[in-house]
């Protein structure tokens, strides 16, 4: 057990399944000798050869399709896009090839698509986005979104070795600034569970990704005990933790970084109430980022991803209900 | 500027068996051709009985190409056809009555009646199931590629692709990642001239697409796709060289499109003397006559394979009929693998 951040908790995961798993190779751009754009693979092209960790021209088409291939004949692939935003370049090979050919044609496509997602840091409409909610709707692909060091660790293993297509959203503004204990050894964390981020009996907060620590913040400026629950994976998620702590706490937030209209909260909403109207003390609440493109300037994307003070201001409405 | 290489036709008897076809070989080409386009012609009979459900599509004259690249192929090959390449199936060995049970969307079809026409193919003949956006899989197969030359297997990937898929970005993807890293993978385009109702003109303005190959860093060759024995030793010889570390080619078959893009388009828009000179040039017409000049292809012999043919796709058809339709109740079964569905020959 050491302290690690989120970063090199999923460097280390990824490490430790190439050396363990001949099959598993990684592929992108600059991924080698660069170590990849936010450098989770530095090194690895010293250690493992440039046949494993391979460096594609500009063409997310070929590395999607690629990867497809190497998976369908036998290898692990893990692709790495650089930014989750250009996943738009290699959408018809996830959405088309990939996602269909085992429920059509019988052959599994064991991919890893790793999608540095996220906004907070001016990134801008081409380099902030978090598009899970888009591919959580298409049937044959899962979508992981860690917010933990040791969860990503666990995921990214439990990505690798699942033998469907995962796309694993790592929100870049976690690289280097959460830290966290990872156990040194390997393990899985499973797709389709989600973890109680903090323990409460008032409301509840459903989320993932970077807006848990969102959450955390804006609970300990509510008079309340508030629960988190961050579901960890999107598709599959983890219906049952979200039901039980509704049916504990009767008032819910569902709370992400992603834009509002079709966002992946309106699933959970929708869930909760077909499944636990009778228990609600409250309507369901979504905080989301408003129906435009993620801005540039500091000044507008602060104003368009989710504030810790919008949701104490979303927490208090419910409490008050 | 033209720079692809303009293949020679088909030899002499000799020279065929010198690129390692026996007399056995050259009746089995023969079969498998006559087998292509015998299941496309009952398809379509199939098609306006009514029993096959939604569109229909044909390869009528790319089954000298098909079949040609097909038996070409080595037995640890991997293949990514497309709807006019049936030819690939047949020689590969897909048992018939399959296909006409993927046709009605049968419960014994290769997709179980999950996806229809020629979105279809067994894993396990090494061939990989097309999808309805071309060229998708000639990325795919570049990935097979990738994956032999990782593992260092002596395999090679053969993608397919028609000309007007060609003008898509994944061709260009797929072909610039196989140039760079010199991939063991030959790329098939059957340039039937008609993408739709879209003549070449408006499709390339290169002499031939094969010229491609240059800018990716390989070589092209141009090759009448109505010869079958032409296409073969083109598709062997680029092969080998894929095999033995040579990298891509890219062949460019010239054929014409027989029939509409499907069977609900009569083709108005392709002048009547282009489908009459094509005509003259039938692929199976041409084998047949060369198979009787070189390789003494008797009446007896001929008779007798067209009677296996046809009583095999009889069989055929009776059996796929007998096929079940499938369970509804089965409908979103396996949208998500298990780990024992990677219980594959490739995954182990």
Redesign the interface.
């Known amino acids: 057990m050491a302290e690690k951040t989120y970063l090199q908790a999923i460097s280390d995961g990824l490490r430790q399944e190439m050396r363990r798993d001949k099959r598993v190779?990684v592929?992108g751009e600059d991924v080698g000798v660069y170590g990849g754009a936010f450098k989770v693979t530095l090194g690895f092209q010293e250690e493992f050869g440039a046949?494993?960790v391979?460096d594609?021209?500009l063409?997310e088409?070929?590395i999607?399709?690629?990867?497809?291939?190497?998976?369908?004949?036998?290898?692990r692939?893990v692709a790495e896009v650089q930014f989750a935003d250009f996943v738009s370049c290699a959408w018809?090979?996830l959405v088309?090839?990939a996602a269909?050919?085992?429920?059509?044609?019988?052959?599994?496509?064991?991919i890893v698509l790793r999608l540095p997602s996220g906004g907070g840091f001016s990134g801008g409409p081409f380099h902030s986005q978090n598009p899970e909610s888009s591919f959580a709707h298409i049937?044959?692909l899962?979508c992981v979104c860690p917010s933990t060091p040791e969860d990503a660790k666990g995921l990214i293993v439990a990505a690798i070795e699942d033998?469907?297509p995962v796309l694993f959203f790592e929100h870049k503004h976690l690289y280097r600034r959460i830290k966290g204990e990872v156990p040194d050894e390997r393990y899985v964390t499973p797709i389709g569970k989600a973890r109680i981020h903090q323990e409460g009996d008032d409301v509840s907060v459903i989320t993932w990704g970077a807006m848990v620590y969102t959450a955390e913040e804006a609970a300990k400026q509510v008079d309340a005990s508030v629960e988190i629950v961050d579901l960890r994976t999107v598709m599959p998620w983890d219906r049952q933790a979200v039901l039980d702590s509704v049916r504990k706490t009767s008032k819910v937030l569902v709370l992400h970084e992603d834009t509002r209209t079709g966002g992946f909260g309106g699933e959970i909403a929708a869930t909760i109430a077909e499944e636990a109207f009778e228990d609600l003390d409250g309507p369901v609440k979504r905080i989301a980022a408003p129906d435009c493109p993620v801005p540039f300037s500091p000044v507008l994307e602060k104003a368009f991803i989710p504030q810790v003070d919008d949701v104490v201001r979303g927490l208090e409405e419910l409490i008050r209900y | 500027m033209a720079t692809a290489r303009l293949a020679e036709p088909s030899g002499s008897l000799q020279e065929v068996k010198e690129q390692g076809l026996d007399r056995e070989d050259l009746l089995q080409i023969y079969r498998n051709m006559l087998t292509t386009r015998g299941v496309e012609e009952r398809g379509h009979i199939l098609y306006r009985q009514g029993k096959i459900p939604g569109s229909f599509y044909t390869g009528r004259g790319n089954e000298a190409a098909s079949v040609g690249v097909a038996t070409a192929m080595g037995t640890d090959d991997?293949g990514t056809p497309l709807h006019r390449d049936m030819g690939v199936h047949i020689t590969r060995g897909v048992d018939p009555w399959r296909i006409f049970a993927q046709y009605m969307g049968r419960a014994d079809g290769?997709?179980h009646g999950?996806?229809g026409n020629v979105?279809?193919?067994d894993?396990n003949l090494g061939l990989?199931?097309m999808?309805?956006?071309l060229p998708?899989?000639?990325?795919?197969?570049?990935?097979?590629?990738?994956?032999?030359?990782?593992?260092e297997e002596k395999r090679v990937?053969v993608a397919w692709s028609g000309e007007g898929a060609m003008a898509r970005?994944?061709a260009h993807?797929?072909m610039?990642?196989a140039g760079?890293?010199q991939l063991p993978v030959v790329f098939v385009c059957d340039n039937n001239q008609w993408a739709y109702s879209t003549p070449s003109h408006l499709e390339y303005a290169v002499e031939h697409l094969a010229d491609r190959a240059s800018a990716y860093g390989f070589d092209g060759v141009v090759v009448d796709g109505t010869d079958v024995l032409a296409v073969y030793r083109e598709a062997k010889r680029a092969i080998e060289k894929a095999r033995n570390g040579g990298g891509p080619t890219l062949i460019e078959c010239q054929t014409l499109r027989m029939e509409g893009h499907a069977v609900h388009d009569d083709a108005f828009y392709v002048p009547k003397e282009l489908f009459e000179r094509w005509a003259e040039r039938d692929p199976i017409e041409r084998y047949r006559s060369w198979l009787r000049e070189n390789a003494e292809l008797t009446d007896d012999e001929e008779e007798e394979i067209a009677a296996h043919v046809k009583k095999q796709l009889t069989d055929a058809l009776q059996r796929a009929d007998e096929s079940p339709q499938p369970d509804p109740a089965n409908l979103t079964d396996?949208?998500?693998?298990?780990?024992e569905?990677?219980d594959?020959p490739?995954?182990?």
């Open positions: 190779f592929l046949w494993r391979i594609t021209p063409s088409t070929a999607m399709g690629g990867a497809t291939g190497a998976a369908i004949m036998g290898l692939p018809d090979h088309t090839v269909k050919q085992r429920w059509r044609a019988g052959t599994p496509v064991p049937p044959g899962k033998p469907n | 991997v290769p997709t999950r996806d979105h279809m193919a894993s990989l199931a999808v309805s956006h998708a899989m000639l990325p795919v197969a570049v990935g097979c590629a990738l994956a032999f030359r990782i593992r990937a970005g994944d993807e797929g610039n990642f760079v890293r396996g949208v998500y693998a298990t780990p569905d990677l594959t490739h995954h182990k």
